[in-house]
Structures are given as structure tokens and as C-alpha cells.
């Protein structure tokens, strides 16, 4: 059979990061894949040459929609990192239980999407609707549901105010049986198991080769996590451990955002019942110069900043890694050899942007007719899982 | 103490080519070696340090193109970033993808920025940019 072409994205006005994949499949097995970014190059690293030091917080938290506190939490660690002067211990509570709450919201985005892409449209919905509570937190204690700003070099920007604690306690114990849910439905699920188990695996040296980071690590076995590695914030206050996982696969992914959810819960909790009375703000006057290394690891991984100032008031060069920036790479190893119906939940297993794969379109090489779209693919996953479920005898999804 | 062992091994390895060694804190050093040794070091702190590659990061000094590479050595959670200085007009360095295939992209994007040529490299092609951009116009040089 010869071998085709199947481009995936790259735009879509929904994707979080814009990125092409073409996956060269000779009949269902995906042979190789090319992978293309930069569709959406907005040269932050360049914007923040020309902003203050105060500015380029609100820059960063535009880099990306769904994890937005990642690198404003990265950047006010560089900056931290440059003073060598820590911010007051309750700004470093606080900053901490942005980042969970975020961690929270986005693995139930992820593990909805995950659903969906597998034809369980009850997990997606449900997992959406359970993320709801944690953006009403997020919006009482910052007055946004999204791009909280609340991150500040020195410190955090609002207080938290002790009547609320409570009340955010009460929903995250809420969240608790709904997790149960979730992971009792992965794990007792023979059709989830048939269809992420064992697929798009990563070994730990494929790992190691790609310098893949967070839970795309994590569940490959190497248990990497910034927080425990370079305990910034109040990460070093608080119990709590890394999850890994062995196998590599969809399945350990899974397993390994709905462990972490569990974590993130507790972290949140230790922290509101720790947080020191006092001020939040140092209120940092210049920006001496020198060099200043941030990292903060985000729902998807390890994030970097780097900061090099001239004693000017803006960064004299800002260097910003993401983490998909090393996991999307990975995508190589863990693709080739799979059928096309698993490329879907194995390239959204990095947890890169779902959103991708909405725009893709199968071309035969040689008529340029088009035979798949997006839809299309979709629909193929769904249908392998159809057609898995009637064979351990159990009822259709749709 | 395996932090310690790292720093002297760095040290030893690098001999004269050390330029600078900046202990900033306790999870933060700095290395400023001569670029033909990069590919030995990165291979010492890749292979027998165990660190994980994180990234480099690219800056135009005015005088010449400073390239930083990072690298996590996470067990004792210490960061280490080796400082090459390459000379202008016409920047060169061994690339680090022969080592590992994290360095693919990134050394894509600072050839495709700061003009930088990675010897070694197979595909230098475009990352960020579009394809046709035009030739030896580079974004984050501060030539003019």
C-alpha cells in the first residue's frame, strides 16, 4: 500500500499552541511523523527587551491560555533567583496555591479531552463540569477565572483573605469522590485499558534522549518534579510526593495527572492551614544587574525563565522555555509503529493542545483527494472503542 | 558530596579552557569555558553527571554571541549552565545533537535568531520562523 500523508493542524482558533504534525502512515500504521511550530511565533522574548521588569509579568501569563500562572510563577522565581532575596513567606504560600489550583484545572481539562478523544463524551463532560468549582476559587481569590495576575516580582499581588478558607477547603473535599470516580473509571475499564495500555510508549532512555519533562517523565518512571528537586516557594513546607509510573504509556499518563490531582488537593490544604500571617510584597525598587534562572513546574512540565539584566528597567535578554517545548519532541518515538486511530490520544498524551487535531485533514498523495478530517479522525478512536466495548460485552457509548 | 564532584570534575576537565566558574548559591553555578571544549563537557554532564539537558538560551552581547546551556542535574537538584563566547561576524560551535536529541530544536532556533552555525547539526533548517524569511536577517541581533 503506498504511503500517505496525514497532515495534522496547525491553526485553529481554539489551539493553545499552534503546531503541524504529518503523519506518514503506510496503510494504519503511522512510519514516521515530521513535526513543524512556530505558527505562532509572537517574539515575547523579544516584546519583554521593551517592558519593565513589572510589565513582563503580565507579558509571560499570555504565553499560554490554560496554564497561565506557569510563567509568571517561573519569571518571579528568576527574578528572586537574581535578588538572591526570598519574597515574605505568606506571598510564597500563596504563589503556591495559584500554581496547584492551576495543576488542578488543567489535568481535569486534559483528562476530559482524554475522553473525549477515546468516545467517553460522559468522562469529557463531566471532568469539565468538576473544573468549573476550582475557576469559581480562582475567582474569588484573584477576581479572574483565567490570567489570575497575580504573581509579582517580590511577592504576590493580592492577599488571600482567612473568611474564604473555608469555603475553598469545602469545595477541593467536594473535588475528592469525583477524582475517585475518575480513577476508579480508568483503572476498572477493560476498553480504557485495551485502548491505553501499552500505546505510545516512552521508555526511560527515549526519555533521557528527548529531555522530556513532567508527567510525560513521570510516567515513563523518572521521577523528575522541580518542586521536590529545587523546592522553590512553600513546596519544601508542605507533604507531598512525586507520582510516577512504570509503563510509559497513555495509561500511565492517565494514571499519573489523576494521582496528582490528590497531591495538588493536599498541598492546597496543608498550605491554607501553614499560611503565616504578614506582607505579601518586599516591594523590589531596582533590578540590579546580573543573571537570574526561574523554574517552576507547570501542569505539563518543567518551565525556565532566564533573566539577564543590565541594571536597566527591562530585561537586557529573557529566555523562556515551555515544557511542550521538549515533550511535543518525544512525540517522534511514541507515534511510529502505532495505527492512525491511537495517533490521536498518543499525540494529546504529552497533554501538548488537543485543540490540533481538530484541523487535520488525510490527502492522498498522488489524486490530492481528500479522504479524513479531523472529525474524521475522531471518530475512528471513538469507533475502535466501540468496537472494543462490544467485544468485552458491554453497551454502546453513543 | 556529588555536587562538589561535579564542580571538580568540570574543573579538572576543562583545565586551562575554564575561563570563569561562578558559584552563585547553593542550586546555581555558572561556567564560562572555551567553546572547543563544549562538546566534552555537555558530554560529561549529559552521560556521566546524569543531568538532563534543559535548554539554552542565546544573547547578543554587542561584542559577540553568548550562549548558555543548561543543564538540571535533578537528583540533588542543581542547575549548571555552561557559558560559550562565539566570536562575530560569524558565530560557529560544535552542535550537541550527536549527544542528545534535545538539542535539535533549540539550536535550530538560535541559528535562526542570532545566526549562530551549529557544526554537526543535519537539519539547520527553519523552527520558528517561516520558511522564506530572508537570509541573514536574524531577530535578536544587535548588529544595527
Known sequence: MARKIIPIGPYHPLQEEPEFFKLHVDGETVVDIDIEIGYNHRLIEKIAESKSFDQVTFLVERICGICSTSHPFAYVNAIDDLLGVPPPERALYIRTIIGELERIHSHLLWLGLAGHFLGYNTVWMWAWRYREPVLDIFERVTGNRQSYAMMKPGGVRRDMFEEDFPWIKKTLKDLIPKVDMFKGAVMDDPVIHARTEGVGVLTKEDVRQYCAVGPTARASGVAIDVRKDDPYAAYDKVEWKVITHEGGDVYSKLIVRILELYESIDIIVQCLDKMPKGPIDSGIKDIPPGEGIGRHEAPRGEVVHYIMADGGNSPARHKIRAPSYMNIASNKKAVIGETISDAAIILAAVDPCYCCTERMTAVDYKTGKKLMDGQDLVKLSQEKTEKLRGRHNMPPLQ | ?144
Open chain 2, 1 to 144: 558530596m556529588k555536587r562538589q564532584a561535579i564542580i571538580e570534575n568540570i574543573k579538572v576537565r576543562s583545565g586551562k579552557d575554564l575561563l570563569k566558574f561562578t558559584d552563585r548559591s547553593k542550586n546555581r553555578i555558572y561556567f564560562t569555558i572555551n567553546k572547543t571544549i563544549l562538546p566534552q563537557i555537555a558530554k560529561y554532564l549529559f552521560n556521566d553527571a546524569k543531568a538532563r539537558f534543559s535548554t539554552a538560551s542565546g544573547v547578543d552581547t554587542r561584542k559577540a554571541i553568548e550562549i548558555l546551556y543548561h543543564f538540571s542535574v535533578d537528583d540533588i537538584g542543581l542547575f549548571i549552565s555552561l557559558k560559550v563566547i562565539l566570536e562575530k561576524p560569524d558565530p560557529e560551535v560544535e552542535s550537541l545533537l550527536p549527544l542528545f536529541k534535545a538539542a535539535e530544536w533549540i539550536e535550530m532556533e538560535m541559528h535562526e535568531m542570532l545566526g549562530v552555525n551549529f557544526k554537526g547539526h543535519e537539519n539547520m533548517n527553519h523552527l520558528l520562523l517561516k520558511d522564506d524569511w530572508p537570509e541573514g536577517n536574524y531577530p535578536l541581533r544587535r548588529d544595527k
